[in-house]
């Protein structure tokens, strides 16, 4: 571990501290909009960094957050906030960080209908999937419009998303990629759909060269779990091949691979490296 992360470690775990010793301090604030889109209501919860209420004309670059619960939240903010502070030298920005929880997990951010299937034996049973093109419109034409109305934003925003969460991230930037600035993909379920990420990435005539995007993909080794859990890392790494091939000063690629992590344990590790590579100023 290196002295950074021991540092960001050890911030971590005085936040929730100093938070509870400050009883006037909301770590966030919840909202609720009902879409049009997906006919139904949907929550959020936004985080301010601390100098928003402090500095009235600056804007902030947004983060938005898939699966976004209360662990994941304070979780993700957490090292923003460590990352953005003088304490540990002022690594990257101070952000805005939207969190969106989940109503409905496989419908939302999975791209297709299907099960989730390998080699004709279904893993999982996925009720209602093939929904993540209305999901990004939800993002497209309410909440992000929302968000840039409420606060002091600077149009850079950010998709941060892990397992089905990494699944939709990569599928908006394959449909999508104009639609936001930045993507931090962890671990995604490139097993999906019979390797659907390659083969839309290898039918898309979109010219990603021209396209002003940074991405950043993360692997675990999934070993341990069978022949799906390497298939899912390869076809990983064929999408970060290809996504490599298309690189320009422009568009730019970040991957890296974690074998001392599993699925369950990357996301740390990849929000703080994720976050220095994208925005860090040595990245």
């Known amino acids: 571990m290196t002295f950074s992360l021991k540092a960001l470690v050890l911030f ?7 938070s509870l010793s400050q009883e006037s301090i909301s770590y966030a604030d919840s909202f609720e909009v009902k879409s049009t889109v997906l006919n139904e209501s949907r929550r959020y919860s936004v985080y301010l960094p601390p100098s928003y209420h402090n500095e009235g004309d600056k804007r902030y670059p947004v983060i938005f957050v898939l699966d976004g619960d209360r662990s994941r939240l304070l979780s993700i903010s957490g090292v923003v906030e ?26 939302d951010l999975t791209p297709t209908a299907t099960d989730l299937i390998f080699k004709g034996k279904e893993l999982a049973k996925v009720n209602g999937s093939g929904g993540a093109d209305q999901f990004i419109g939800f993002i497209k034409k309410e909440l992000l419009p929302r968000i840039d109305k409420t606060f002091r934003t600077n149009g850079q925003n950010t998709l941060v998303g892990m397992s089905f969460g990494g699944l939709f991230a990569a599928h908006t930037l394959v ?6 600035n ?15 990420l390659n083969r839309m990435l290898r039918q898309s005539t979109y010219d990603f060269s021209t396209a002003k995007i940074k991405v950043y993909l993360a692997l675990a080794n999934n070993d341990h779990i069978g022949e799906h859990g390497e298939v899912n890392r390869k076809w990983g790494n064929d999408f970060i091949t290809q996504l490599q091939s298309k690189s320009s000063e422009n568009f730019m690629i970040y991957s890296q691979y974690f074998p001392k992590e599993r699925h369950g344990t990357i996301e740390m590790l990849g929000w703080y490296n994720g976050f220095l590579k994208l925005f860090g100023s040595h990245g």
């Not at 952000?95 to 929880?101: T, W, Y």
């Not at 930045?182 to 659907?196: F, G, P, R, S």
């Open 82 to 107: 460590a990352l953005s502070t003088s304490t540990l030298a002022r690594q990257i920005d101070e952000f805005i960080i939207v969190a969106i929880p989940n109503t409905y997990r496989d419908r």
């Open 182 to 196: 930045n993507y931090l993909i962890l671990d995604a379920t490139y097993v999906w759909d019979n390797n659907y």
């Open 12 to 18: 971590l775990t005085l936040v929730p501290w100093f």
């Open 175 to 180: 449909t999508q990629p104009e639609l936001f």
